[in-house]
């Protein structure tokens, strides 16, 4: 009887599995076979059936047999809807296209992020991030990412980030999933990221996916533009100071793709006259300098079956500054001579697989490589006055970086309609240089030629994750995740278990709230004495000495569509960090080896561990559709840090004689409005307004003059001793900015074109580059003196569409 039992059970499993069935495919542009990422798939009958694509265009939606109105979208396109009778496992390859109604599509996109468990995630359009006015008239991903709530822009004018609190080290900027470690040209006004080459920019500040982690504080994902499969199409982009080229296209049709793209600035070229001129007025000079940076992007996308693809992706760029001095004066003769540059080298090779219909693959191999290098060197040639000729030569050249190898496997696997399942592992080989000193000194006494470093430091890191996306019922689902990683160096080991769990709850159509809970854990350090971002500043790995950094972050919010074309999404967060990094007071980030104060020194031996956390809320009102879009942006927070030592420690093994103190950009308001409005389809405005209160930062609060400084002869002095008090004790005025953008659009014989006008501070506010503390020479007062370095700064840009 019981195994009648059990061989009945087995047939109605057998029967109930049977009658579900799986609907699986890519999704793409119609117009250039691009794969889309987070595109939504669904049925317009019944929306609980529902998936979107992931990272590669793959889907999967597994139902129950029967008759449905297959529907997918995504947004800034049509849709595509067709009606079927699923009975078995089936593959469907969907292409998008931009000519049906896009308000269609932003109803399904409002509906999408009220129903995701996923918080603390937006997606930047390109076609927003290109319209925005920016400094100079470059476009900018990451000066678009801090116009959004919980993101802090740095300097004024700087691309730097700084998110819930978090320093710039905190966030993984990937580009197609490789880290970039210097995200930065120019010491930060620009970034490495060329607008016309990339396909989409996600940025996640909180609720991190298991699938993510080496760092504290965000995740902003880049990828690039997989080439068209369908035709050629490019752009080419002239502006004040740079000049930039995109192509892509079919190098066999529906097969094999390719995509490049180009940025140099000119800042060298335009320069030279000057500098030139400058030279013809110094009796005997002959001066030459420069500055410029230069960067590229090439992608192939090649299809080897319906269940495989590969794809080869490279980064290059570079930044450059040079000058060379040649003086002649009687019989005396000098040269001087200073190269500086700094760059990045990223590439990954992947393989996408279908394995079946539910379980999807990805491979990826990545090598990256950021290296910074200076070279100065001066010769000098004079005769005394016996006649007798004398020579004197001297040279030093530094050298430091980081060099990375990675393999990563990740895996989506759709269970069922109720489970979304992502699982994988990866591994990196780091080798850290932090720092090389060649020194070469030769004159009538001596000669030296040495090479003086710190030891290459070579790490090793590992990671195990799994997700699981869970819809309970019709109102409750949840994340649940974990990742696992260690990290070892020298003979030290680190791990740890990061658990991750995030979850939303629909009150009604409409209306969700959300939580979330992660721990993260950063093994890489990062050391900077500087608010810009210096090519100097370095990363350092985790050692016995300096552990690894880590956090733990709390989130709760709600999502409202408020109609089908606004929506609104409000956040709160705590956050607790442990294990920060800060070089002592008095020290630098750049070695000395062996000379100064520093002697003997290691880097370890420079800095200090402490904790921080902060806290606020986040505010985002945005309108995706219609003739005005744009979006207002508030923040509220607050952000300390302690560094106390163990509490038996005092001076230089402490940092504001251990108290707590604000971060550095500790803001506690930050408003930003955008608004792009279409006239038509030729004129187009946009404008940018920000507001931030100020941020803390360190001022004297008295001067002394030492006992043994006095001149007793005439009374005077040497010199001040500068009294700080407390790190960062002074708070700054607020600042804000208007910046306006108008762009004219025509279609002319080989194309579109559009004329860009930018104001950038357009009612020239002046806002604070740094501060000093000055003297008045006649009464000795003393003043706080503000230099700005950005007035209103008019653009204009030039672009071709082919």
Request: net charge neutral; hydrophobic share 35%.
């Given at each position: 009887m019981k195994i009648k039992l059990l061989i009945v059970f087995v047939l109605l499993v057998s029967v109930l599995r049977a009658?579900?069935?799986?609907?699986?495919?890519?999704?793409?542009?119609?117009?250039?076979?691009?794969?889309?990422?987070g595109a939504n798939v669904f049925d317009a009958n019944n929306t609980k059936y529902g998936t979107a694509s992931n990272s590669y265009g793959f889907y999967s939606l597994t139902v129950p047999a029967g008759k449905y109105k297959l529907t997918a979208t995504y947004f800034g396109y049509g849709g595509w809807q067709e009606e079927l009778n699923i009975t078995k496992d089936t593959l469907i390859n969907i292409d998008i296209s931009t000519d049906v109604k896009i308000e269609e599509v932003i109803i399904q996109a409002q509906h999408n992020q009220v129903e995701s468990s996923q918080m603390g995630r937006i997606d930047v359009p390109m076609a927003t991030i290109k319209v925005l006015p920016v400094i100079f008239g470059e476009v900018d991903v990451l000066k678009a990412l801090q116009l959004l709530p919980g993101v802090q822009g740095g300097t004024e004018g700087t691309s730097g980030l700084y998110i819930r609190g978090g320093s710039s080290d905190q966030n993984l900027i990937l580009l197609d999933g490789v880290p970039v470690y210097n995200a930065n040209h120019l010491f930060g006004f620009f970034s490495v990221f060329n607008a016309d080459a990339i396909s989409n920019v996600t940025l996640y500040k909180g609720g991190f996916p298991a699938r993510y982690g080496g760092r504290l504080s965000s995740v902003i994902d880049i990828n690039l533009k997989e080439g068209n499969m369908k035709e050629f199409h490019g752009v080419v982009s002239v502006g004040i100071i740079a000049s930039k080229f995109m192509v892509e296209g079919p190098i066999k049709k529906d097969k094999t793709s390719f995509m490049v793209a180009g940025r140099r600035t000119y800042i060298d070229v335009l320069a030279a006259p000057f500098i030139k001129t400058y030279s013809l007025f110094e009796e005997g000079m002959n001066m030459g300098a420069g500055y410029y940076f230069y960067d590229y992007n090439a992608k192939i996308n090649h299809i080897l079956s319906d269940k495989d693809r590969i794809f080869f992706s490279l980064y290059g760029g570079k930044d450059k500054a040079y000058a060379n001095i040649k003086q002649e004066y009687e019989s005396n003769k000098s040269e001087s001579n200073m190269k500086l540059g700094w760059?990045?080298?990223?590439?990954?090779?992947r393989w996408n697989h279908m394995y079946n219909s539910k379980l999807f693959g990805n491979t990826t191999l990545t090598y990256s490589r950021f290296n910074f290098f200076t070279d100065i060197s001066m010769a000098d040639e004079w005769y005394d006055e016996d006649n007798t000729k004398h020579e004197s030569e001297y040279g030093v050249a530094y050298d430091q970086g980081i060099d990375d190898i990675s393999?990563?496997?990740?895996?989506?696997y759709a269970l069922n309609n109720n489970n979304k399942i992502k699982f994988g592992a990866e591994g990196t080989y780091h080798i850290f240089t932090p720092g090389i000193t060649n020194l070469f000194l030769k004159n009538d006494y001596f000669e030296i030629d040495s090479t003086m470093s710190y030891n290459r430091i070579y790490t090793r890191e590992f990671a195990l994750y799994f997700e699981d996306d869970i819809r309970i019922g019709n109102k409750?689902?949840?994340?649940?995740?974990?990742?696992?990683?260690?990290?070892?160096?020298?003979?030290?080991?680190?791990?740890?278990?990061?658990?991750?769990?995030?979850?939303?709850f629909i009150i009604m159509d409409g209306w969700s709230v959300k939580a979330s809970f992660v721990m993260m854990k950063q093994y890489l350090h990062f050391l900077t004495s500087n608010t810009l971002?210096?090519?100097?500043?370095?990363?350092?790995?985790?050692?016995?000495?300096?552990?690894?950094?880590?956090?733990?972050?709390?989130?709760?919010?709600?999502?409202?569509?408020?109609?089908?074309?606004?929506?609104?999404?409000i956040e709160g967060f705590y956050k607790e960090m442990t294990n920060l990094l800060e070089l002592k007071e008095g020290k630098s980030a750049f070695g000395d080896f062996g000379f100064g104060e520093d002697k003997g020194d290691t880097w370890e031996d420079k800095v200090l561990q402490g904790n921080g956390w902060s806290y606020g809320a986040e505010f985002l009102l945005k309108k995706?559709?219609?003739?005005?879009?744009?979006?207002?942006?508030?923040?509220?927070?607050?952000?300390?840090?302690?560094?106390?030592?163990?509490?038996?420690?005092?001076?230089?093994e402490q940092i504001s004689n251990g108290e707590v103190f604000p971060f550095a950009y500790d803001r506690r308001h930050n408003l930003s409005i955008v608004a792009n409005y279409n006239f038509n389809d030729n004129w187009g405005l946009s404008l940018t307004w920000v507001y931030g209160s100020g941020n803390p930062t360190t001022i004297s609060q008295l001067q002394y003059i030492p006992i043994n400084q006095v001149n007793p002869e005439y009374g005077s002095y040497y010199g001040r001793i500068n009294y700080y008090g407390s790190r960062n004790n002074y708070r700054l005025p607020s600042v804000h900015r208007l910046d306006a953008g108008l762009n004219w659009t025509k279609e002319v014989r080989i194309g579109t074109?559009?004329?860009?006008?930018?104001?950038?501070?357009?009612?020239?506010?002046?806002?604070?580059?740094?501060?000093?503390?000055?003297?008045?020479?006649?009464?000795?007062?003393?003043?706080?003196?503000?230099?700005?370095?950005?007035?209103?700064?008019?653009?204009?840009?030039?672009?071709?569409?082919?």
């Open positions: 009658q579900n069935v799986t609907v699986s495919g890519y999704i793409a542009d119609s117009e250039s076979g691009e794969r889309l990422i760059g990045n080298i990223i590439s990954a090779l393999l990563k496997v990740d895996f989506d409750l689902k949840v994340n649940l995740g974990t990742r696992f990683s260690a990290f070892h160096v020298r003979d030290t080991l680190f791990y740890s278990p990061e658990p991750r769990i995030s979850a939303r971002g210096m090519p100097t500043d370095m990363w350092y790995p985790a050692t016995d000495k300096i552990i690894p950094e880590k956090s733990y972050q709390y989130a709760v919010g709600t999502s409202i569509a408020v109609t089908d074309k606004v929506s609104l999404v995706d559709v219609g003739k005005l879009t744009g979006w207002i942006g508030y923040t509220y927070a607050k952000a300390d840090r302690l560094f106390a030592g163990d509490g038996n420690t005092t001076g230089a074109r559009t004329w860009s006008l930018g104001v950038y501070n357009a009612y020239n506010h002046i806002n604070p580059f740094f501060y000093q503390l000055e003297s008045n020479y006649e009464t000795g007062d003393k003043y706080l003196r503000v230099y700005s370095i950005f007035p209103i700064m008019p653009s204009l840009s030039y672009k071709i569409e082919f």
